[in-house]
């Protein structure tokens, strides 16, 4: 499994930015898709997965109704658009495979090298 991301950068509160995911080693039949997040010192936060094979969504509460993760399975790709960015999103942020939702949470099996987001107020 490979993940590739691209897209981080520096945005000003209320900014938006669009992540993106280059996936190879395996079919998102497989695998959901998905995105994690991480500040220094703090755990690594489940941010959003995709599944195709269950057609479904999953979102951690915090970043519900600002952003939206998309794939494209003809390309092995998934992006992450984020709305309305503030302060507090800033953090490296990691496309991931084999995502699922249990317990409340996002978990997940594999990592790319991750992309720094900051977000300035």
């Known amino acids: 499994v490979q993940l590739v991301e691209s897209g981080g950068g520096l945005v000003q509160a209320g900014g938006s930015l669009r992540l993106s995911c280059v996936a190879s080693?395996?079919?998102?039949?497989?695998?959901?898709v998905g995105w994690f997040r991480q500040t220094p010192g703090k755990e690594r936060e489940g941010v959003a997965c995709i599944s195709r094979r269950e057609d479904a969504t999953y979102y951690a509460d915090s970043v519900k109704g600002r952003f939206t993760i998309s794939s494209d399975a003809t390309k092995n790709t998934v992006a992450l658009e984020m709305n309305n960015l503030k302060p507090e999103d800033t953090a490296v942020y990691y496309c991931?495979?084999?995502?699922?939702?249990?317990?409340?949470?996002?978990?997940?099996?594999?990592w790319g090298q991750g992309t720094q987001v900051t977000v300035s107020s």
């Open positions: 991931t495979a084999d995502c699922s939702f249990l317990g409340g949470r996002i978990w997940s099996g594999y």
């Open positions: 080693g395996f079919t998102f039949d497989e695998y959901a």
